[in-house]
């Protein structure tokens, strides 16, 4: 009987995703997946053309039967050893509505729904953003609800109502913070499988998503921030990835329920630059 691979799957098709994967796909299958299927082909067209074994596929991570059929159909193929989380929008991009139920509801939606199936030792990492470091601190108990709400009861929290929220950006800003919160609760789940889940904190990375923000009503906004930034400039994909692969390796084997800031320095410039 032939053995089955194991499986990789990347939620959201784009550079920083795929940046991450083809460091850890040698000898996996991957499936890849996207609310646009034209995105996932064109994710898993580029990755073919580079040798590896890539399945494209179409998941709204905000939906849970989405998600459900997502897992069954990779677990058809093997084992689920790694998950890599990328997905998300933007504040230009979408409403605060939007905001809360991709990059907060979905994403938790991820990790407990992968934190249940994950293969014994499994890794994960799932993207989040600096937008969450630069906003006030919230008080331990507002922490504590966003980081083990369940997830069907998030988005009924007070502080995630889009009347107690500013704008899309302070929606972003929750999203991700929620993120990292997540990350922390999940962490002592996956442990019982002996599994490791991590995020990471980019700051501006140049991909489409960063162009229409570059691009949009707070480019200025942006690239004072990269004149102000200990590096001087926004990052690219492969940076993140440099980390990614740490953390989904065995030399980042004593490492979960950790955020890692990669932002250039952007956010230590934000609180301090003017010392």
């Not at 998030?154 to 704008?167: A, F, G, S, T």
């Not at 700051?203 to 229409?212: C, E, M, S, V, W």
């Amino acid at each position: 009987m032939k053995r089955k691979r194991d499986i990789i799957v990347l939620t959201g098709a784009g550079q920083i995703g795929m940046s991450i994967a083809r460091r850890m796909a040698y000898g996996n299958r991957v499936f890849v997946a996207d609310w646009k299927m034209e995105n996932a082909e064109t994710i898993a067209k580029t990755m073919i053309e580079a040798g590896f074994d890539v399945v494209p596929i179409k998941v709204d991570i905000s939906e849970r039967t989405s998600v459900l059929n997502l897992i069954e159909t990779a677990k058809k193929e093997g084992d689920i050893s790694m998950f890599i989380n990328s997905a998300g929008v933007s504040p230009s991009q979408a409403t605060i509505e939007q905001i809360l139920k991709v990059d907060l509801y979905g994403t938790a939606l991820l990790l407990d729904e992968f934190g249940k199936i994950i293969k014994e030792g499994g890794t994960a990492v799932t993207i989040s953003s600096q937008s969450g470091h630069r906003m006030p601190a919230l008080t331990p108990e507002e922490d504590k609800l966003l980081a083990t709400t369940p997830t069907e009861d998030l988005l009924n929290l007070k502080i995630l109502k889009p009347e107690n929220l500013n704008d899309t950006l302070h929606a972003y800003q929750m999203a991700k913070r929620c993120n990292v919160k997540r990350v922390m609760a999940e962490a002592v789940k996956w442990s019982k499988r002996r599994a490791r889940v991590n995020s990471i904190s980019p700051g501006i990375i140049i991909t489409p998503l960063a162009l229409d923000e570059i691009n949009g009503p707070r480019g200025d906004f942006y690239k004072n921030m990269f004149a102000k930034s200990p590096a001087g400039r926004p990052g690219i994909a492969d940076e993140v990835a440099n980390v990614a692969e740490l953390l989904l390796s065995e030399k980042g084997s004593f490492i979960t329920g950790a955020d890692f800031l990669i932002d250039g320095g952007a956010t230590a410039s934000y609180f301090y630059g003017q010392l």
